[in-house]
């Protein structure tokens, strides 16, 4: 079956600029995940759904970064003002359900972030 | 301190070697414990989950200890194929995220 899927892959934009990324979770799925990934690290959460509404928001790094999930399947990670140290890979991953027992959350490919 | 620490490497091993990855965690309310796969430019994929009873795959054994907040990973007769990012990560029901480590870089050669 379909996995999750994101675009852009790949997104060049100028610093000062505003991005949309968009996520399209497994069908089915209640719960959707915003990560980041710089070079050499590991992925940082920004931001998990559940359905539709933002079930924790903590990782988002300042009030420059924006999500939204409005119909509660697909997902879209808004930055504004886009700065160099917004650049990195930014992963979406989606599971059949959030809290509770784990549940395998999927990754979808990413997209690749380039601030000039 | 990061909430999960691994030591980056790079591990480079001969074709057939035993090798052995560790990670420890600093929030003792973890609740699910993991190591994911990344290949170069790819996503992470689940590997395995991780129990206090340890738990084995073919070649892959992970072993869980919360008295000392310890999380391993040994894989048995090292394929090229093995090469890759093994990242651990832990998980509380309660909060629906995963915490990654930095991940361990495994190079396997012929």
């Known amino acids: 079956g379909a996995g999750v899927s994101q675009t852009p892959s790949n997104k060049v934009t100028e610093k000062g600029k505003y991005v949309e990324l968009r996520c399209d979770p497994i069908s089915g799925h209640t719960a959707l995940y915003w990560y980041r990934q710089s070079l050499g690290q590991g992925p940082e959460f920004l931001i998990y759904?559940?359905?539709?509404?933002?079930?924790?928001d903590s990782g988002l790094p300042n009030d420059r970064f924006f999500a939204v999930r409005p119909e509660g399947s697909v997902s879209t990670l808004k930055i504004q003002r886009t700065e160099r140290g917004d650049s990195a890979v930014y992963l979406c991953?989606?599971?059949?359900?959030?809290?509770?027992?784990?549940?395998?959350?999927?990754f979808g490919p990413g997209t690749r972030l380039t601030v000039l | 301190r990061k909430e999960v620490e691994q030591d980056p490497g790079p591990f480079n091993v001969p074709e057939g070697a035993t090798v052995a990855f560790n990670c420890t965690y600093s929030?003792?309310?973890?609740?699910?414990f993991f190591w994911y796969r990344q290949d170069c430019r790819k996503e992470p994929k689940l590997l395995m989950s991780v129990y206090s009873s340890g738990n084995e795959d073919g070649r892959f054994t992970a072993q869980l200890n919360r008295a000392s907040q310890y999380i391993s990973l040994l894989i048995r007769d090292s394929k090229l194929s093995d090469s890759a990012t093994y990242l651990c990560?832990?998980?509380?029901?309660?909060?629906?995220?995963?915490?990654f480590g930095q991940g361990t870089t495994l190079q396997v050669k012929p």
């Open positions: 759904f559940q359905g539709t509404g933002a079930a924790d």
């Open positions: 991953a989606s599971s059949l359900t959030g809290r509770g027992s784990y549940n395998e959350q999927f």
């Open positions: 990560v832990v998980n509380s029901w309660n909060t629906g995220k995963l915490i």
């Open positions: 929030n003792s309310a973890s609740q699910s």
